[in-house]
């Protein structure tokens, strides 16, 4: 990441992917080594801790996200946590259509209208209290996975546990050999009626990044995307459940 820096370099990005925490403590240096804000795309990792302390609190910006598949939901939308007083303002007005709170047709800017609703934020509030048992219910699903999917050749799972890292369980992403047997596995599933997700399509092949992204070598990102399948998690998901699609993955594999 450091040898990607040019004078154009304004920030760093980083991705708690899945829910699994990002060296932050490396991120951090490198970040104030290079005079570079850093933002925290922590929307997938609300409660995932890096050495004690939860992320979201490394960046001087980051994002979190309460869409419906999420640990914690408002329906839709997010939250945006700041260290900055005028960096705070400045997300109040431009997620208010540009509005400064002086008068409701008095507009600074061009913004955005990215209000949630009172009903959404009630249901966070909610959620948020909630949030230490939704947790554990979604760790204890992930530890029950692990011990009757590793003996299932051809496929790699997520680590339960990685030094400094408290994951927060936002999907089960395994990794398969190929694209034809992560598609077949998908399909098997889905005619038994069990949702599984691909994660993810990498961002530069998408048509709005293609022609940025143009001769960027990123073949390690195709050959993963190619490869993950997301498994059945959610927060009431039960051992039944779960045995179901183990099941229905063993039925597939030795089909093959």
Same mark, same amino acid.
């Given at each position: 990441?450091?040898?990607?820096?040019?004078? $154009?370099? @304004?920030?760093?990005?980083?991705?708690?992917?899945?829910?699994?925490?990002?060296?932050?403590?490396?991120?951090?240096?490198?970040?104030?080594?290079? !005079?570079? %804000?850093?933002?925290?795309?922590?929307?997938?990792?609300?409660?995932?801790?890096? &050495?004690?302390?939860?992320? !979201?609190? =490394?960046?001087?910006?980051?994002?979190?996200?309460?869409?419906?598949?999420?640990?914690?939901?408002?329906g839709e939308g997010g939250a945006v946590l700041v260290?900055?007083?005028?960096?705070?303002?400045?997300?109040? $007005?431009?997620?208010?259509?540009?509005?400064? !709170?002086?008068?409701?047709?008095?507009?600074?800017?061009?913004?955005?209208?990215?209000?949630?609703?009172?009903?959404?934020?009630?249901? !966070?509030?909610?959620?948020? @209290?909630?949030?230490?048992?939704?947790?554990?219910?979604? /760790?204890?699903?992930?530890? /029950?996975?692990?011990?009757?999917?590793?003996?299932?050749?051809?496929?790699?799972?997520?680590?339960?546990?990685?030094?400094?890292?408290?994951?927060? #369980?936002?999907?089960?992403?395994?990794?398969?050999?190929?694209?034809?047997?992560? &598609? /077949?596995?998908? *399909?098997?599933?889905?005619?038994?009626?069990?949702?599984?997700?691909?994660? =993810? *399509?990498?961002?530069?092949?998408?048509?709005? #990044?293609?022609?940025?992204?143009?001769?960027?070598?990123?073949?390690?990102?195709?050959?993963?995307? @190619?490869?993950?399948?997301?498994?059945?998690? =959610?927060?009431?998901?039960?051992?039944?459940?779960?045995?179901? %699609?183990? /099941? *229905?993955?063993?039925?597939?594999?030795?089909?093959?």
């Amino acid at each position: 990441m450091e040898r990607a820096i040019t004078p $154009r370099t @304004r920030a760093i990005l980083v991705v708690h992917t899945f829910g699994i925490p990002a060296d932050m403590e490396a991120l951090r240096s490198v970040a104030d080594r290079h !005079g570079l %804000v850093l933002i925290e795309d922590a929307c997938e990792a609300i409660g995932a801790e890096w &050495d004690g302390r939860r992320v !979201g609190g =490394f960046g001087d910006l980051a994002v979190l996200g309460f869409y419906p598949n999420k640990q914690i939901t408002t329906g839709e939308g997010g939250a945006v946590l700041v260290r900055i007083p005028e960096h705070a303002a400045t997300i109040r $007005r431009l997620r208010n259509q540009g509005r400064d !709170g002086q008068g409701w047709l008095d507009q600074r800017d061009i913004g955005y209208n990215y209000r949630l609703s009172e009903l959404e934020c009630a249901l !966070g509030r909610v959620q948020l @209290r909630r949030i230490a048992e939704i947790l554990a219910k979604r /760790r204890a699903a992930a530890q /029950r996975y692990h011990p009757r999917l590793k003996n299932i050749p051809h496929m790699e799972l997520p680590p339960l546990a990685l030094p400094h890292r408290t994951v927060s #369980w936002f999907v089960y992403v395994v990794r398969v050999t190929s694209e034809a047997a992560r &598609d /077949r596995m998908q *399909a098997h599933l889905a005619q038994r009626g069990i949702a599984t997700g691909r994660y =993810f *399509a990498p961002i530069h092949l998408q048509p709005p #990044w293609r022609t940025a992204a143009q001769g960027t070598d990123l073949r390690l990102t195709e050959k993963i995307a @190619r490869s993950t399948l997301a498994l059945s998690l =959610f927060n009431r998901i039960t051992l039944e459940q779960q045995e179901e %699609v183990i /099941r *229905a993955l063993c039925d597939v594999i030795q089909s093959d």
